[in-house]
């Protein structure tokens, strides 16, 4: 191997609120089919030739459902014996033997796989699969009607069927709850979906969950031959369907891939109709894709084995959709709205056939722009769409379109709405249609938002007959009879608030404000001004539920509140009447009425209110649905997580237990916002940080006794001109600053080490650490604080007391053209702590910064400072009293994502060519894992080199296992119990990022905030 020589120096209307490396090391000797040979995917050792941690045995594992979700279910007596058990749901890795599986698994399969196969072309209106069925066409001649009528659904994010109540959340997929008795709901089930979940449809006892791709979609995940293995789960956009007939246990029996993002769906019959685009993208070669649009329809009539019937392909992204039995309406803005005249293709898809079979019939483009499904409607044979134009006069256009005949669509009438301003909310109601705009302050013709009442009842001649001056705005418009109940915005008193106005129409030439009342205090929005269906009209009540948000100023801070507002109305006196508020933690989403209860669920929980005294409705119960798990260990053998409510809401340490299903068995509540974890057996140590005192500090909790946990002791940090304070992971390192507010931990003791900026000598930084005596918890002291001398400091560890650190001085010149040019001077600092008297020990010359120190071998890594990575060496020195001698460096090509060292085994992850791919897109970037063996500095060897398909940084190495997180979502694991033989295990792809991976008896836990933790079978 090369040894390096050893010299080395939004819009207006949102205005309310609103590759090629040939080696990834390159050595003088390196035949590289050695090593990928060496790469064939082979089974894991038996377990006891692991690392194993601590001795914790297995109780069988709980098969029931979770109450708080992701939990473990521990039996009180196992903690106290030493015993835990994890029923969260075990996931096991697909592996596929031979690449021909693989093949296999993708044909049938083909949106698992990036893309997959697409149909038709951007320049012509194409269909696909569709039936030669020539009876059906016989009996459905063009321009019939279909005589059997059938059911549409929108979908939503909540359902309540029954005394069961379906909710899909963003963080955990589907939850089931029994609300029988809505005072005592039970959680009953839960179905984890991957993506971004958006509506779902329940039917009979299947659930139908819609889910957009996210980021990760526009990866490939077809395995690298004979080196990767394929993620076993769908990647992409989804239709997931779930078998609901068992609440306690639904299972997702199938999944429909969806290609691109989908905007919207309908339920029609037994048939879903899932209409989805890509958008174009600008690839760094200068290629450019091209929009399209999907509509594609699933035959659910049998739930066991649901089809694709047909897909239908055309050009365009955005798409608004508006579907009656016969039809579907797919209007698309094309252009930009900013152009001076936009335009909108309406499309006519004919869904008469009740088995889902397709036929595009007809287009029409009109003049403006679309913004959303509201502003269009199918009525007696007729389309009628309301446009936008902002070419500066900011005008509204109404066009009627003659669809009797769909192959021959036809203009029958139109209105200009001119000087008008923005439009912000329209609705149809039979031959009526109003519009709400906001007038431009630039032109104030109507100085006042305007509602603008329509006559449609002739087609050919629509007319505007009356304009209603109202104070602030209305995003969203309810219509009963000749009554509008309309939500908006009231800016009256210069502040904006929801408001919620009742409008009189039976007249259509004198419309009439009747009524009009404001929520919230001093500022207030809500989420139902973007999005409709989290407002509720409960019209056999006679009342309103709003969701909102609100901010009011106290003394020395603003104060925000997060509310449900009741408010009665009376369509016949004209009233609306403002009753009580429900305070909620988090904003509300959706709220039901069911056995007069207001069930109000919000991302994070589900409130039940009990609204007989409206007035002062009460919350009757509270179910969590979601919370942010920061981490996840054990402790005492027992599993304790940290956990928050919001992410900026304290933090609270529960321990775990099966008395009841997914039971908190002890808690224990602290006021910080932010904190580390630190296991010091039996302590536990928070190190953290408290917004409101704005202090760092190191809790201690006792967990003998992991059933009662108790608060021994607190020490308060020194603050320095540090604002973080975290732990120094020993033995990793990322590119990157890793300076002030470290914090380590020996023993019995504690090293912060934190700066101060001295404003008035030259903005200079003083170097501190402080040592605390932990021997007594119950008082934690400072024994000393030392200053010490140092340019700039990274990566610091403590190791058998003495404190190492990289000091970098940064050299600056100035070059023959009069640019700046710097250079770097590392050296290794060195405190010793012994008797807890600090002494600094000369600094000694390194090549680059300290990865790590294992005896009397220091670790460094050289060159990567100057954005080149052929000048990138990984090195091995060896430390003497006061000298440091190389032994051997090793030339390290491309982008590093991470270094972990341990017991002479150098773990990394790279990427080639990843600074000149920016300049020149033809160049290929490559993704490593590399283990390299440096025990013996006069043979280091590489033992394993894996090639893999994305952008991944090493994340952990423990217990035998190496852990790769990707950008899109996965995580790749490789078995290197045995560092000479490493192999790859298998990829594992996550609900969500990974904050925190932890290893327990074979099986991995991988923390993912409020999407909870998954569990990894290893063995």
């Not at 958008?279 to 091209?290: F, I, K, L, T």
Request: hydrophobic share 35%.
């Amino acid at each position: 191997m090369e040894k390096a020589p050893s010299d080395h120096n939004v819009g207006r209307n949102n205005r309310i609120m609103p590759k090629k490396m040939k080696a990834v090391i390159l050595t003088g000797i390196l035949v590289l089919s050695v090593f990928i040979t060496s790469l064939a995917m082979i089974g894991l050792d038996s377990a006891n030739q692991r690392k194993s941690g601590p001795d914790i045995p297995y109780f069988p594992d709980y098969d029931g459902f979770l109450y708080t979700i992701p939990s473990l279910n521990l039996q009180t007596e196992a903690c106290q014996q030493g015993e835990f058990v994890t029923p969260l749901p075990i996931y096991e890795i697909q592996r596929f033997a031979e690449l021909e599986q693989k093949q296999d698994f993708a044909n049938k399969h083909p949106y698992r796989f990036g893309y997959g196969d697409y149909y038709g072309s951007d320049a012509q209106l194409m269909t696909t699969g569709q039936y030669e069925d020539t009876a059906m066409q016989a009996a459905f001649p063009e321009g019939a009607m279909t005589p059997a009528p059938r059911d549409i659904e929108e979908a939503d994010i909540v359902k309540l069927v029954g005394d069961t109540y379906y909710i899909l959340n963003p963080y955990r997929g589907l939850l089931i709850l029994g609300v029988e008795n809505p005072d005592e709901p039970m959680l009953l089930g839960r179905a984890a979906v991957y993506g971004v979940p958006q509506e779902m449809y329940i039917v009979d006892n299947m659930a139908y969950l819609v889910e957009n791709a996210n980021y990760r979609y526009w990866y490939n995940m077809i395995a690298l031959e004979g080196i990767m293995e394929v993620c076993d789960f769908s990647i992409g956009s989804q239709i997931v369907v779930v078998d609901i007939s068992d609440s306690a246990n639904p299972q997702i029996v199938e999944k429909l891939q969806v290609p691109g993002f989908i905007e919207d769906t309908r339920r029609v019959g037994s048939v879903i109709y899932a209409v989805s685009n890509e958008h174009a993208w600008y690839g760094m070669d200068g290629n450019v894709s091209e929009d399209k649009t999907y509509v594609i329809s699933y035959d659910i009539s049998n739930p066991e084995d649901v089809q694709e019937i047909q897909r239908v392909e055309f050009g365009g992204s955005y798409n608004q959709i508006h579907v009656t039995q016969l039809a579907m309406f797919v209007a698309q803005p094309t252009g930009s709205r900013w152009d001076v005249t936009p335009k909108t293709r309406i499309v006519y898809l004919d869904i008469s056939h009740p088995g889902g079979q397709m036929t595009i019939r007809g287009s029409y483009e009109v003049d403006g722009w679309l913004d959303n499904r509201y502003q269009m409607d199918y009525y007696d044979g007729t389309f009628r769409i309301v446009t936008h134009y902002t070419r500066g006069i900011e005008e509204s256009e109404l066009w009627i379109l003659d669809v009797s005949n769909p192959s021959n669509i036809e203009h029958l009438g139109r209105l200009l709405v001119d000087d008008a301003g923005t439009l912000m909310a329209t609705r149809f109601a039979g031959d009526r249609a109003y519009t709400i705009h906001l007038p431009i302050p630039e032109r104030p013709v109507r100085p006042i938002d305007p509602l603008d009442v329509l006559d449609l009842s002739d087609p050919t001649n629509p007319k505007l007959t009356d304009i209603l001056e109202i104070p602030g705005w209305v995003t969203h418009m309810e219509v009963r009879g000749y009554k509008i109940l309309a939500l908006g915005v009231d800016d009256s008193s210069g502040r904006q608030k929801v408001a919620l106005s009742l409008f009189d129409v039976s007249d259509p030439y004198n419309a009439v404000l009747l009524d009009r009342v404001a929520i919230g205090e001093d500022w207030s929005w809500s989420s139902a001004n973007t999005d409709p269906k989290t407002l509720s009209v409960l019209d056999e009540l006679g009342m309103v539920l709003v969701p909102f948000n609100s901010m009011s100023a106290g003394r020395d801070r603003w104060f925000s509140v997060n509310g449900v507002q009741i408010i009665d109305f009376d369509l016949s006196s004209g009233d609306l009447v403002t009753r009580g508020v429900v305070t909620t933690p988090s904003s509300v989403s959706r709220t039901r009425n069911h056995s007069e209860r207001i069930l109000a669920t919000s991302d994070r929980a589900l409130q039940v209110i009990d609204y007989a005294n409206r007035d002062k409705p009460e919350v009757t119960a509270v179910v969590e649905l979601a919370q942010n798990v920061i981490d996840y260990f054990v402790i005492s053998d027992c599993f304790v997580r940290l956990v928050s409510s919001d992410w900026y809401s304290p933090l609270r340490l529960e321990t775990l237990s099966a008395d009841s299903p997914g039971g908190v068995a002890a808690s224990v509540d602290t006021d910080l916002n932010y904190a580390s974890v630190h296991i010091n057996e039996p302590y536990l140590y928070l190190v953290g940080y408290n917004y409101k005192t704005y202090e760092r500090s190191v809790r201690i909790f006792d967990y003998s006794d992991p059933l009662s946990p108790e608060f021994k002791g607190e020490y308060v940090l020194s603050s320095g001109s540090d604002y973080y304070t975290t732990f120094d992971i020993i033995g990793i390192f990322y590119p990157g600053y890793r300076g002030g507010g470290q914090v380590l931990f020996g023993d019995d003791h504690l090293v912060h080490y934190y700066t101060i900026y001295d404003w008035q000598n030259d903005y200079t930084t003083r170097h501190f650490i402080e040592i605390v005596d932990m021997s007594n918890p119950s008082n934690p002291t400072l024994s000393t604080t030392y200053e010490f001398d140092a340019h700039f400091v990274r990566n610091m560890l403590l190791v058998d007391d003495v404190l190492y650190f990289t000091d970098m001085e940064y050299v600056y010149d100035i070059d023959e053209n009069g640019s700046y040019r710097y250079e770097t001077h590392d050296y290794l600092g060195r405190i010793s702590l012994q008797l807890r008297s600090p002494v600094q020990l000369p600094s000694l010359s390194i090549p680059g910064v300290m990865l790590d120190v294992e005896g009397s071998r220091v670790y460094t890594l050289a060159g990567f400072e100057y954005g080149d990575s052929s000048l990138q060496t990984l090195n091995v020195l060896e430390l003497g009293i006061n000298e440091i001698d190389l032994k051997v460096a090793v030339k390290v090509d491309g982008f590093l994502g991470g270094i972990i060292i341990e017991d002479g085994i150098a773990y990394l992850s790279n990427s080639t060519n990843y600074y000149y791919r920016w300049s020149d897109p033809e160049v290929e970037i490559n993704y490593y894992f590399v283990v390299m063996d440096l025990r013996d500095t006069d043979d280091p060897s590489i033992t394993g080199m894996f090639e893999v398909n994305a952008y991944a940084n090493l994340w952990k190495v423990e217990k035998g296992y190496a852990f790769l997180t990707s950008y899109i979502g996965c995580i790749y694991i490789f078995d290197v119990t045995d560092p000479e033989s490493p192999s790859f295990f298998g990829i594992y792809h996550t609900i969500s990022w990974v904050s925190q991976i932890r290893v327990y008896n074979s099986r991995a836990y991988f923390v993912e905030g409020f999407s909870g933790v998954e569990v990894v079978d290893l063995s």
